[in-house]
C-alpha cells in the first residue's frame, strides 16, 4: 500500500492510475426535461405528462402520456375532457417547435398551464432508448398494463435451465448426472461425414428432452425458440433410432401477471398450438411459470431409477 503521507507537490491519487479503465463514450448524448401540466392556476399541483429529449444538434423527440384513466380519480371523468385539451396543446406545441427547428429550452406553449421543467443531461444507447427509459422512471400515471411491459425481464434458456437444474439437483439427488447434459454437441451425418449442432440439455438413458423458454416479449422469438427445439430432439432421435413418445420438451412460461393480459393470452396461444402439435407427435410437453414443478416434470419423464 502506498504511504499515505507523500511530499508536499505529489499526486495522492498517481497510483490510482494504474487501475484507471477507458469509459466507452455513449452513442447518445443530450439534454431533457419533464412536460408539467397545471391544470388549476390558483392551485399548486402540478402533473408530470412526458418527456422531451434534445440531441446535441438542437433537435428533440418527446413522448406524452396518451392514457389519462388515472385522472378521473382526482378530477372525476367530466374534468378529465380538460386534461386531454391540456395534453394535446402539449403536442401540438411541441410539433411546431419541431418543425421549425425551436430548441428545446425555447419551446413556446398556448397556455401557461403546460410548460417544461429543468434541462439535465443524459446519455443512452439512442434518444428513443433515452426517451422511453426516462418515460417510464418519471411519469407517474401510466398505466399499469403499459409499466408491466417495461417492468418485464426475459429469461433466456440459459437462464431458464439454471434454474430448473438447480430444482433437478434437489429433487433427483445424485441421479441429477443422468438426467442433464451438455447443451450443445456435434453430430456426425454418416452419410456426408458433417458434423451438425444441436442443442438440448437433458439425456437420461434411452431418452431426450429440452427445457427452454418463453419468458420473452415477442411472440416470433418464442415461435422460433420452439421449432429449433423440436428439430433438434426429433433430428437426435432418428440418429439414434429413439421414438418420438421419448422425447420431451418442458418450457417456462411467463407469469400471468408479468404482462399485459393481452400479450399474455398472445404466449398461450402460442404455447397451445405448439404443445398440441408436439404432442400429437408423441412429444412429452410441460409447461409452469415457475422452476420447481418444471423441475418435477422432468424428474418423473426421466424415470432415473434412485
Known amino acids: 500500500m502506498n504511504s499515505m503521507f507523500l511530499s508536499a507537490g505529489s499526486d495522492p491519487y498517481a497510483h490510482l492510475l494504474q487501475h484507471a479503465a477507458a469509459v466507452p463514450t455513449a452513442a447518445f448524448e443530450g439534454t431533457w426535461a419533464t412536460i408539467e401540466l397545471q391544470p388549476d392556476p390558483f392551485a399548486r399541483q402540478q402533473f408530470t405528462v412526458g418527456v422531451a429529449v434534445a440531441s446535441m444538434d438542437g433537435s428533440f423527440s418527446f413522448r406524452l402520456l396518451d392514457d389519462l384513466a388515472k385522472f378521473e380519480c382526482l378530477y372525476g371523468r367530466d374534468d378529465v375532457a380538460e386534461i386531454r385539451a391540456l395534453v394535446d396543446a402539449a403536442e401540438h406545441g411541441l410539433l411546431r417547435a419541431q418543425k421549425s427547428k425551436v430548441a428545446l429550452k425555447d419551446v413556446p406553449f398556448e397556455t401557461g398551464a403546460v410548460f417544461l421543467g429543468d434541462l439535465w443531461t443524459t446519455s443512452g444507447a439512442s434518444i428513443d432508448a433515452v426517451i422511453n427509459r426516462l418515460y417510464f422512471d418519471v411519469v407517474p400515471f401510466i398505466p399499469r398494463d403499459e409499466r408491466k411491459t417495461r417492468d418485464f425481464v426475459s429469461l433466456d434458456n440459459a437462464a431458464v435451465r439454471r434454474l430448473v437444474n438447480d430444482e433437478l439437483k434437489r429433487i433427483a439427488g445424485l441421479a441429477y448426472e443422468r438426467i442433464a447434459t451438455e447443451p450443445e454437441r456435434a453430430v456426425k451425418d454418416q452419410n456426408t461425414g458433417e458434423a451438425h449442432w444441436l442443442e438440448f440439455n437433458l439425456e437420461p438413458e434411452?431418452?431426450?428432452?429440452?427445457?427452454?423458454?418463453?419468458?420473452?416479449?415477442?411472440?416470433?422469438?418464442?415461435?422460433?425458440?420452439?421449432?429449433?427445439?423440436?428439430?433438434?430432439?426429433?433430428?437426435?432421435?432418428?440418429?439414434?433410432?429413439?421414438?418420438?413418445?421419448?422425447?420431451?420438451?418442458?418450457?417456462?412460461?411467463?407469469?400471468?401477471?408479468?404482462?399485459?393480459?393481452?400479450?399474455?393470452?398472445?404466449?398461450?396461444?402460442?404455447?397451445?398450438?405448439?404443445?398440441?402439435?408436439?404432442?400429437?407427435?408423441?412429444?412429452?410437453?410441460?409447461?409452469?411459470?415457475s422452476a420447481v414443478p418444471l423441475a418435477q416434470e422432468v424428474w418423473e419423464w426421466a424415470g432415473v431409477p434412485v
Open 206 to 289: 434411452g431418452k431426450a428432452g429440452n427445457v427452454i423458454s418463453a419468458v420473452y416479449k415477442t411472440p416470433n422469438t418464442i415461435e422460433l425458440n420452439f421449432l429449433r427445439a423440436s428439430r433438434d430432439l426429433s433430428t437426435y432421435a432418428k440418429l439414434k433410432k429413439l421414438s418420438d413418445q421419448q422425447l420431451g420438451l418442458f418450457i417456462m412460461m411467463p407469469a400471468k401477471d408479468s404482462m399485459p393480459a393481452i400479450d399474455f393470452d398472445r404466449v398461450e396461444n402460442i404455447l397451445g398450438e405448439q404443445s398440441w402439435s408436439l404432442e400429437q407427435q408423441g412429444f412429452r410437453v410441460a409447461a409452469h411459470d
